[in-house]
């Protein structure tokens, strides 16, 4: 299972930069990223290589924040290389809370991160199609 780690930011300058400066001291490698911000708050979602190492190295410097189980899918990196996945979706009805990409591309895939409504029939839909989710060793992720 790939877990995403979701931080509450302040809206303020700088913030990220110490989270990342955190994780580096650690010596976590994020693997992806994503930020939502509203008028009073920001979401950092992030993968990375060790998500019980930086949860427990963030939370110890105060920050607020969970993890979420998702789905990272392997696509071919070339134009349309997507599509297939989203039209699995479509077919099974199944809305995208939302989703990003990881800096990972190994041997002309690219991996997409999707947080789903159901993600049990998403999983079942694409095994229909033939296409699996990516697995932790795959993206060399603990």
Same mark, same amino acid.
Do not use: W
């Given at each position: 299972m790939v877990y995403q780690i979701s931080v509450f930011l302040e809206n303020r300058a700088g913030q990220f930069a110490e989270i990342t400066g955190i994780l580096a001291e650690s010596g976590v490698d994020l693997r992806a990223i994503s930020i939502a911000e509203t008028a009073d708050y920001g979401i950092l979602r992030m993968i990375v290589d060790d998500a019980q190492k930086a949860t427990a190295i963030l939370m110890q410097h105060g920050y607020l924040l969970s993890?979420?189980?998702?789905? #990272? #899918?392997?696509?071919?990196?070339?134009?349309?290389g997507i599509a297939p996945v989203l039209a699995t979706l479509a077919e099974g009805n199944i809305d995208i809370e939302y989703m990003y990409s990881l800096f990972t591309h190994i041997?002309?895939?690219?991996?997409? #991160?999707?947080?789903?409504?159901?993600?049990?029939?998403?999983v079942a839909l694409l095994d229909g199609h033939g296409i699996t989710p990516a697995t932790v060793e795959e993206l060399g992720i603990r």
């Open positions: 993890m979420t189980p998702v789905l #990272v #899918v392997a696509v071919p990196d070339q134009p349309g041997e002309g895939k690219a991996y997409i #991160v999707f947080r789903v409504a159901d993600a049990d029939r998403f």
